[in-house]
């Protein structure tokens, strides 16, 4: 680029060739459109699962008139003339017990409050002196819970509790799910050991199997972790031939860059069909999706920070995609204020930590995670953080005390 044959400087990162989430997205599934399969679930194990059907309630609840509270049923036209002498009264032809929910004779059409009522030591019984009597008071019409027919499940929902009691209302103790990806994970590199290894020069803990196997658990998925390979293309070619045939998606993660020993994207874009190769994202940029033998491979950025990122900017929406769900993979959200400035470049998609605590009324307070100068917690610093933070392309700096909506790290 020149301006008057001047050499002028580009400002901000190179994003030639780079890709936004959604042609990411875009073009993973203009040639991949699939879905998982259903299977059936007892209701007890259905929860997180992805509801695949549609269902309506095949009751109507309660299915006859119940009583709406502790207490008796009594007879309407007992009072027709005013208040009666009850002290004589005979339990089952005068009155009988009715609590909440509860179904009774089709004699009886109103119910007085327990606490209004005394139940004589002879059989009678005494009502307070200031009830008021209505016909059919405190008594539940059939179907005042649900009615025949009313939906009580949406194809594409995230189970939650509530959901699975309102599925049991509806008469139903089995519900077809979406069958849950499966997932592998194989990390690269020649210089990683696994967790609780001795650390010696030239090592790294591989610590992002952990990261991603839990937090896409918690997505959804079914995640098997393949054993470390080392920087070599045969066991490269190894590894994702021993997963591709199970596995709905493969993450083979680190390799991705252009370094010499970046052995992963050099054997991808070879032998299978790279969709792109770089994402409009930072930490993780180089970031690919390759279709290998029918499957999507996701080459991700090895280092954590990177590797995090990918799966909150990447792997939320295609598992979504997969489950068919309504709205986007349940990770867990907060909105907070700012205590701090939050500015990123603005070409880029960026992933920040955040710091959470409370001030004196219990409102949510955030300070960004420092990774580099004064203060800093180093580049991993944001695995420890509380919360983070996507930025979109585009977006502009948020000043201290504005309200943000953050990922939380639970």
């Known amino acids: 680029m020149t301006e008057n044959n001047i050499p002028v400087k580009q400002k901000g990162p190179d994003i030639t060739g780079l890709v936004t989430r959604e042609e990411a997205i875009n073009r993973l599934f203009s040639v991949w459109n699939v879905q998982t399969g259903t299977e059936e679930a007892d209701i007890i194990e259905a929860c997180g699962r992805t509801l695949a059907e549609d269902l309506a309630a095949k009751y109507d609840q309660p299915v006859v008139r119940a009583s709406g509270m502790d207490g008796i049923a009594v007879k309407s036209a007992d009072f027709a003339d005013g208040m009666p002498d009850t002290s004589k009264w005979v339990y089952g032809t005068d009155y009988v017990r009715a609590d909440t929910g509860d179904d009774f004779d089709d004699a009886f059409d109103s119910v007085i409050a327990i606490e209004k009522v005394k139940l004589l030591p002879g059989g009678g019984v005494e009502l307070a002196g200031d009830v008021e009597f209505k016909p059919g008071m405190n008594v539940q019409p059939y179907g005042s819970n649900i009615k025949k027919g009313t939906q009580v499940g949406k194809a594409g929902t995230v189970l939650a509790p509530a959901h699975l009691a309102a599925l049991v209302l509806g008469g139903y103790s089995k519900v077809k799910v979406r069958k849950k990806p499966v997932v592998a994970f194989i990390p690269t590199g020649s210089e990683l050991v696994p967790a609780g290894s001795e650390l010696k020069r030239g090592q790294n803990f591989d610590s992002n199997s952990i990261m991603v196997k839990t937090l896409l658990e ?3 998925a079914e995640v098997t972790l393949h054993p470390i390979i080392m920087d070599d293309p045969e ?3 190894d590894a994702l031939d021993s997963v591709i045939g199970t596995s709905d998606v493969v993450i083979l993660n680190a390799g991705t860059s252009k370094g010499s020993e ?21 930490p993780g940029r180089p970031m690919s999706i390759t279709i290998y033998k029918e499957k ?48 990123f470049p603005p070409v880029m998609s960026t992933f920040s930590g955040l710091e959470i605590s409370e001030d004196e009324n219990g409102e949510l307070l955030a300070e960004p995670v420092i990774s580099r100068g004064p203060g800093s917690k180093g580049r991993s610093g944001a695995l420890m953080a509380d919360a983070y933070y996507l930025s979109s392309i585009g977006e502009k700096p948020h000043a201290a005390g504005e309200k943000i909506k953050v990922f939380l790290a639970d």
């Open 218 to 220: 918690k997505m959804g």
């Open 235 to 237: 066991q490269v070619k």
């Open 262 to 282: 970046d052995y992963c994207v050099q054997y991808l874009e070879k032998n299978g069909n790279m969709l792109f190769h770089g994402v409009r994202s930072v």
């Open 296 to 343: 999507p491979v996701i080459n991700m950025s090895g280092p954590a920070v990177g590797a995090l990122n990918g799966c909150l900017w990447l792997m939320v929406p295609v598992l979504g995609r997969l489950l068919g769900t309504r709205k986007p993979i349940l990770v867990p959200t907060a909105e907070v204020t700012l205590t701090k400035e939050l500015g």
